[in-house]
């Protein structure tokens, strides 16, 4: 069953930094290239519309690159790919080749026969076999513009023309018949499986050989379960084998569905034809144990042959283009939506330029210079005149590289080029080649822009990155998920991350990876001594922080140990902007008291100060006063706090602050853990610091500080890291002998070179303006559509996470039956998403008394991942909480089954009380 996706089946797991650029400098880059788009290098190009090796590989499929058995004969990644072809396909012998056009010259060298036809549903005339003698003639079933669409399967063979064909076969012979699934020289419109039996029926009568590309079989498929009633029940896995065991032969781009980026293969159920092949593939593409590919290609293929049948996969596949395709009709735009994308109508869009005045490139580059967008222009110049690809211009999707709020921005390029269309200058040409990537041209009116910028489209309103790599992600059932929530005590970090799917839970060490992160991976020293990527480590960290001394650690909780342990004393009072669950306990450990110094405002969910992240002045003269400053060693000065909200604190406040405990000998350290969200929000709220860098944000903000600990899982978009940073030379050497004790040498602080490099270029990545506005961003807008839905939440939204207010949600519940861990199991169940309970249950109980501190803030954590999820999941989760909000009034509380004496909210369980709430 095909169905429309509310989301991605998946979540990201490595990013690639898309190339940002303006009108003016698109004008440049055109010019340069003499409008053929075709020979764009790639960092200026934002939006690449080529689906051919440019899709994003699964986790499972990247590992392959590390799997590659390079033998030249009988490799085991030849085993695997052959055993997977067998499993998904169904045939019985491969021939691996370097893509699909080492495939069809193998065809044509086996098949071929002089003067001999090729029958296809293909308008585009074959050049490898009208290279080797051979004649291509069409035998689609024509259709005009107007008719064409995926419900009238127009890519189908023209039944009465393959009869005609093969009557008056008289001087010619026919060599085979190829089929291709949603070919792209005819705005890649499928075939009904129907029409494919009956074609390789006709073909078996007459002792014809068929041959299907099946480059894009599960889009194919999709369509014949989408509009051949009789198949609306099946799989695509199902109904990809039975449209292979149609035909004899089937050859692969492997580029396509299978999401390589090289390869391709040929397949038979012949075993004499699959002989001469592979006596001919040592000729022409290498040992037919690996044929022009590498192992690592063979692991890749293979394990995209297995992910391609994915119900799941191809349902946001099409998802996406019927979003983009829904997006331009409403606008107008003349178009046809197919298996790979949308096409946009030549004669109707520019119905100014006749065919002679290469409608095509004039209008991919005007597309480009509007939106930065490249579209397909390829083939032999004369052939594709003569197909119906020259109607029409291809905006390929890739599949799962980019998101909706990608395709908003194209869709917006093209409706706004579309709504100006008269205004789009003509080009003349300048040179003329056989390949269309030999075309050059120039203005008609050099005085005069190709396309005048009218206006530029939003601040690059989406994510400033494509997603190489993604991670499937759970989908249970309601019945399913409530046993493994009893099966956790109800608690949801005790919930197994095979059953989540979208995992809410924290920020912490779950952000997606760049590729540039990765490629330092790589290329780390490994060693427990001093090493390069350790002095890459420090020198960044002091170029960004300002700090004299740095240690790194293995994660926050090892630098506020460390900290807290070199600088506390018992009886001493450690004031903060409200409590961290482990950096509060670290101080208790160190015999210290944490004094909550936060504003009033803070406490308030319902206020909307700006900066209730700032410490009250007056609270920390009082503690002064109370206690003296000989007892204040440090003030603990969180960015964004946490438990506030991800609320972030103003630039005065910190001078402030700073020039306070200056007066006071007391020393300032940061927990800049959320540092460069902090910097954004001082960007967006304060005027005077508009046209200020986040780098420049950043540095201004640590100056007011003496030091700093990081949990650099957060903002500095690494899995594993921290660091604790500080000017104070007899600390820092306190702090180093701690770090040797504890976690590792001075040096790693117990961590891989690997992660070392990985932060490096993390801390860098995060200064980014595009991509901290695009993480913030994503949260205010999760934040907003909750408050535009009626939901209850920490106003106003916060840097890193949206706060459900569980007081106020479960309002009939009392505070000792923990609202706030009821609202996080019931939206698991729900609907699979995961959160964290940031109320009574965290804040813990008082050691005296023995009861619940019972804490101002009863709150659900929505925490978003940097780089990891889309606004397609933000909607899941707002309708996900907009039903539990819905049935409210029926949810039960909790009690304590098992309660640990230190961070009960880790490995606490619970069970549901058996009445209603209290209240």
Not at 360 to 387: K, Q
Not at 693 to 722: A, F, H, P, R
Request: contains cysteine.
């Amino acid at each position: 069953m095909i169905q429309i996706l509310p989301a991605e089946p998946h979540k990201t797991k490595i990013v690639q930094k898309l190339p940002l650029t303006t009108y003016h400098q698109r004008l440049k880059y055109l010019d340069s290239i003499q409008f053929n788009t075709f020979n764009l290098n790639s960092d200026r190009v934002t939006f690449d519309l080529t689906s051919n090796c440019t899709s994003a590989m699964s986790q499972e499929q990247l590992s392959s690159i590390f799997l590659g058995d390079e033998a030249y004969a009988g490799s085991r990644n030849f085993i695997h790919l052959e055993s997977a072809m067998r499993r998904v396909l169904g045939h019985t012998q491969i021939i691996p080749t370097h893509n699909l056009l080492g495939a069809k010259k193998l065809i044509a060298k086996v098949l071929g026969k002089k003067n001999g036809t090729v029958l296809t549903n293909s308008t585009l005339i074959d050049t490898i076999f009208q290279d080797n003698g051979m004649d291509c003639v069409n035998i689609k079933i024509p259709t005009p513009l107007s008719e064409v669409t995926p419900s009238n399967f127009s890519g189908s063979i023209d039944i009465k023309k393959l009869k005609k064909e093969i009557i008056n076969d008289m001087t010619k012979s026919i060599a085979f018949i190829l089929i291709e699934t949603c070919p792209a020289s005819s705005h890649s419109q499928p075939f009904s499986l129907k029409n494919l039996k009956e074609t390789c029926s006709i073909a078996r009568k007459h002792k014809i050989i068929t041959i299907l590309d099946i480059s894009f079989i599960v889009e194919n498929a999709a369509f014949i379960i989408q509009f051949e009633p009789s198949h609306r029940k099946k799989s695509i896995a199902e109904l990809v084998r039975e449209m292979v065991n149609e035909v004899d032969i089937t050859v692969m781009n492997a580029g396509e569905d299978c999401r390589s980026n090289a390869g391709g293969f040929i397949t038979s159920r012949l075993e004499d034809i699959a002989d001469e092949l592979k006596n001919q593939v040592v000729v022409y593409e290498g040992l037919h144990t690996y044929g022009g590919m590498t192992g690592r290609t063979m692991e890749i293929v293979a394990k995209g042959l297995e992910d391609m049948v994915s119900d799941r996969s191809i349902c946001w596949r099409i998802t996406q283009i019927e979003y983009l395709f829904g997006k331009l009709r409403e606008n107008r735009v003349p178009c046809i939506k197919g298996g790979n994308g949308i096409f946009l109508i030549l004669s109707d869009f520019l119905p100014q330029l006749g065919h002679t005045e290469f409608p095509l490139f004039v209008l991919s580059s005007a597309l480009y210079l509007t939106g930065a967008v490249r579209t397909v222009v390829d083939d032999m110049y004369e052939y594709l005149l003569n197909s119906e690809k020259s109607k029409t211009l291809g905006c390929e999707i890739p599949r799962d590289s980019f998101t909706n709020q990608h395709l908003d921005h194209i869709a917006n390029a093209i409706i706004k080029l579309y709504e100006n269309r008269r205004s789009i200058q003509t080009l003349q040409l300048h040179a003329k080649g056989k390949w269309t990537d030999e075309f050059t041209f120039e203005l008609k009116d050099k005085n005069m822009p190709l396309f005048p910028i009218i206006n530029e489209l939003d601040e690059h309103n989406y994510e400033p990155w494509k997603i190489t790599t993604i991670e499937h992600i759970g989908f249970t059932e309601r019945e399913y998920r409530q046993k493994a929530a009893e099966e956790a005590g109800y608690n949801t970090f005790l919930l197994k991350s095979e059953v989540i799917g979208i995992d809410a839970l924290t920020d912490s060490g779950t952000s997606a990876m760049s590729f540039e992160q990765w490629s330092l991976m790589l290329k780390a020293h490994e060693t427990t001594y001093s090493s390069k990527d350790y002095e890459e480590f420090v020198e960044t960290v002091k170029e960004i922080f300002g700090y004299k001394f740095v240690i790194p650690t293995h994660q926050g909780r090892a630098a506020e140990y460390i900290c807290s342990q070199s600088l506390i004393k018992d009886a001493d009072r450690i004031p903060g902007n409200m409590y961290f669950t482990t950096t509060k306990l670290h101080q208790e450990l160190a015999g210290g008291q944490f004094i909550d110094v936060i504003v009033d405002e803070a406490h308030d969910p319902e206020s909307s100060f700006e900066w209730k992240g700032n410490v009250d002045l007056n609270k920390m003269e009082d503690l002064v006063k109370k206690v003296g400053a000989h007892h204040v060693p440090y003030i603990s000065f969180e960015t964004c706090v946490n438990m506030a909200g991800g609320q972030p604190a103003s630039m005065d406040n910190m001078r402030q602050v700073h020039d306070f405990c200056k007066r006071h000998t007391i020393l300032v350290l940061f927990d800049a853990t959320r540092c460069a969200e902090n910097a954004y929000f001082i960007k967006k709220k304060d005027p005077r610091y508009k046209n200020k860098t986040i780098k420049e944000i950043l540095k201004q903000m640590m100056s007011y500080g003496d030091g700093c600990t990081v949990s650099s899982k957060k903002d500095c978009l690494v899995n594993m890291c921290g660091f604790f940073a500080i000017n104070d030379l007899r600390i820092f050497n306190k702090a180093q002998d701690l770090l040797r004790i504890y976690e590792g040498s001075r040096t790693t602080g117990g961590l891989s070179c690997q992660d070392l490099s990985a932060h490096t270029q993390g801390a860098k990545e995060m200064l980014d303006y595009h991509y901290i506005r695009s993480r913030v961003e994503q949260t205010q807008y999760l934040g907003n559509r909750l408050i535009e839905e009626g939901i209850p939440i920490v106003r106003p939204p916060g840097g890193h996470a949206v706060f459900l207010n569980a007081r106020m949600f479960l309002d009939h519940l009392d505070q000792d039956e923990y609202p706030a861990q009821v609202l996080a199991i019931e939206t698991f169940i729900e609907a699979g998403i995961r959160t964290m309970e940031r109320g009574n249950v965290s804040k813990g109980r008082n050691p005296i008394t023995g009861k619940n501190y019972r804490p101002a803030l009863e709150l659900v954590r929505i925490t978003l991942p940097r780089r990891v999820y889309t606004n397609s999941h933000m909607e899941v989760i707002v309708q996900a909480v907009k039903k539990v909000y819905q049935r409210r009034q029926s949810i039960k509380g909790l009690k304590f089954v098992y309660e640990p004496e230190e961070l009960r909210f880790f490995q606490g369980r619970f069970e549901y009380l058996k009445r209603g709430g209290a209240k």
